[in-house]
């Protein structure tokens, strides 16, 4: 079991930065990926961005390329998600994800971010 926690949601201004946290616990040793993922109101939940638990890979979804990057710390079992010239449609709830063996993924619950235009 792994479990997560996200931190760092709130309220911007079009154009301004969050920086979004999480942490995870339990046997993180297994975890392959940390991903974000978010949901915005009346839509699926979609894939943002995800690196691998070495963190030498990482990727993003076309929507946040150039604009949000992904960043793990080991020692803390920790993933952030800079994310800068936040956008209208960057409203939602970001999820913290990690993917283990097997393909098996466990979730944080969520943390809001909503940018004012």
């Known amino acids: 079991q792994v479990q997560l926690i996200e931190s760092g949601g709130g309220l911007v201004q079009a154009g301004g930065s969050l920086r979004l946290s999480c942490e995870a616990s339990?046997?993180?040793?297994?975890?392959?990926?940390m991903r974000w993922f978010r949901q915005a109101p009346g839509k699926e939940r979609e894939f943002v961005a995800r690196v691998t638990k070495t963190g030498y890979r990482k990727d993003y979804a076309e929507s946040v390329k150039g604009r949000f990057i992904i960043s793990s710390d080991n020692a803390k079992n920790m993933v952030h998600l800079q994310m800068n010239n936040l956008e209208s449609d960057d409203t939602g709830v970001y999820y913290c994800?990690?993917?283990?063996?097997?393909?098996?993924?466990?979730w944080g619950k969520g943390t809001q971010v909503t940018v004012s235009s």
């Open positions: 339990g046997r993180t040793a297994g975890i392959n990926y």
């Open positions: 994800n990690a993917l283990v063996a097997g393909d098996v993924s466990y």
